[in-house]
């Protein structure tokens, strides 16, 4: 579904590269996380799923395109297929959440009647079929972000790729998000999700893809955000360490 083969980017002025032959495998169905560091290449990985950018070395293939090869006039058709979420939820803030939608749907010539009735439909799936006339400013930054990703799976994307979607969230609303997340990848969407939200990933014990300095470092199935550690124990400090001081 998404292969990336020894892909390597060198952005433009950037001394280093973003990415260092990176290699993966995302099956139909997948939930990914990309974890790691600020600036590692998390986005990187995505905007080349997107093809946003494209490698200087590598190839990436998605759903059954190369995208190196994909020309310019068939990338807006290519990215139909793909919904994105981002952690500034980016929705049109003169626009009612009815219309947020509506609009994404309209601008890719869904008819009328299409549209009259999955909007309502996927404000029911998030949760905010009772805030369809409210404006974004009207609403908390949990139901903006489920506007988002309203918006990003209304048209049934096979693959949604989410940028830190819980990046501007309190607990309660990231634990919301992933909760729709997860029902949305049970549906058969295919999910990968950039994020720095250690208790989410711990929670949901998916595979976990760390990048480091634009280098997977780790791919793991069902796994936390960061490696538990094979091996001996820790050394355990002499009980003298704890003695109260007088
Ligand atoms: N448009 C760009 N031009 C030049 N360098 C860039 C550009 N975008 C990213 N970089 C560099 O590429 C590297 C990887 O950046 P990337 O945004 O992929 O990291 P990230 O893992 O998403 O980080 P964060 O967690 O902060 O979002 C960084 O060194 C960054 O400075
Ligand atoms: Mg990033």
Known sequence: ???????????????????????????????????????????SMLRMMLREERPDQGNVLVLGENLSRLPARRVPQFRRKLGVVFQDFRLLPNKTVYQNIAFALKVIGKPKA???????????????????????????????QRVAIARAVVNRPDILLADEPTGNLDPASSSEIMN?????????????????????VDRMQKRVVEISNGEIVRDAETASYKEIPSGPMPVIPEPKDFEEKP
């Open 114 to 144: 299409f549209i009259e009735t999955a909007v309502p439909d996927v404000l029911r799936l998030v949760g905010l079929d009772h805030k369809s006339d409210s404006l974004p400013s009207a609403l908390s930054g949990g139901e903006q």
């Open 180 to 200: 729709l997340l997860e029902r949305i990848n049970l549906a058969g969407t295919t999910i990968v999700m950039a994020t720095h939200d250690r208790n989410i």
């Open 1 to 43: 579904m998404i292969r990336l083969e020894e892909v390597t980017k060198t952005y433009r002025g950037a001394n280093e590269a973003a990415l260092r032959s990176v290699s993966l495998d995302i099956q139909r169905g997948e939930f990914v996380f990309l974890v790691g560091t600020s600036g590692s290449g998390k986005s």
